[in-house]
């Protein structure tokens, strides 16, 4: 069975600060995903990383896929209130996403 | 216009009693799931319909039964509802292989009492 384990679980920091959310898996995905989730709503995509090394930027939010394409980042610049939410990672293969536990991140302002 | 839409958003029944969620996407995507997302907020597949077609059927119990009427509706009916059923489910769909991302429901709160 793949497993994503992903890291912190939860992260409590002041607006303005940086921040690493990690995705790390012992198996090879055809892709990375990312979504955001917020309370009482589904998972919203934020971004997919399909080539090892690729890195990708959504203004202050930078994804990294590993070369081996089984681990990933999520880094976040002068983190604002409006980031707050849950964090998901999930690797596609065998037609299906297989999700991480999810990163809960809070900004205070 | 809402990309995938899922009915009810909440759901409070009674053990034993059968109840069914209904998705419908207007993506065009060829590919729908439904997931469970348990109290700990981790998702989990529970089966997946390409074009009408079962694909995927994950290890869940059969009082769950999927239908697809067609690839832009994939319904989910539970039979004897039990007390460790209650979750959120949502409803799915992407392109074939879902390697591009998938776009979710909203969800449905089911509490089973």
């Known amino acids: 069975t793949q497993l994503l384990e992903q890291s912190p679980q939860f992260l409590s920091i002041q607006e303005g600060e940086n921040l690493t959310v990690y995705c790390n898996s012992s198996s090879v995905f055809s892709s990375l995903q990312w979504y955001r989730q917020e309370p009482g709503e589904g998972p919203v995509l934020l971004v997919t990383v399909v080539t090892g090394g690729e890195v990708k930027k959504l203004k202050r939010l930078t994804f990294q896929f590993g070369d081996a394409r089984k681990d990933s980042s999520l880094h976040i610049t002068a983190a604002q209130p409006g980031d707050t939410g849950l964090y998901l990672c999930a690797g596609a293969e065998g037609g299906k996403l297989i999700f991480g536990q999810g990163t809960e991140l809070s900004v205070k302002p | 216009d809402t990309a995938v839409s899922q009915t009810p958003k909440y759901l409070v029944t009674q053990m034993g009693n059968d109840k069914s969620i209904k998705c419908e996407q207007n993506?065009?995507?060829?590919?729908m799931y439904w997931y469970k997302q348990d109290s700990k907020k981790f998702l989990k597949i529970m089966f997946s319909?390409?074009?009408?077609?079962?694909?995927i059927n994950e290890t869940v119990p059969n009082r769950f039964s999927p239908k697809s009427p067609d690839k832009a509706h994939l319904n989910l009916h539970i039979n004897s509802l039990e007390l460790g059923d209650s979750a959120v489910y949502f409803c799915?769909?992407?392109?074939?292989?879902?390697?591009?991302?998938?776009?979710f429901g909203s969800g449905t709160r089911l509490t089973v009492v």
């Open positions: 993506l065009g995507h060829d590919t």
């Open positions: 319909y390409n074009n009408k077609e079962l694909i």
């Open positions: 799915a769909s992407s392109t074939t292989g879902g390697n591009y991302g998938y776009t």
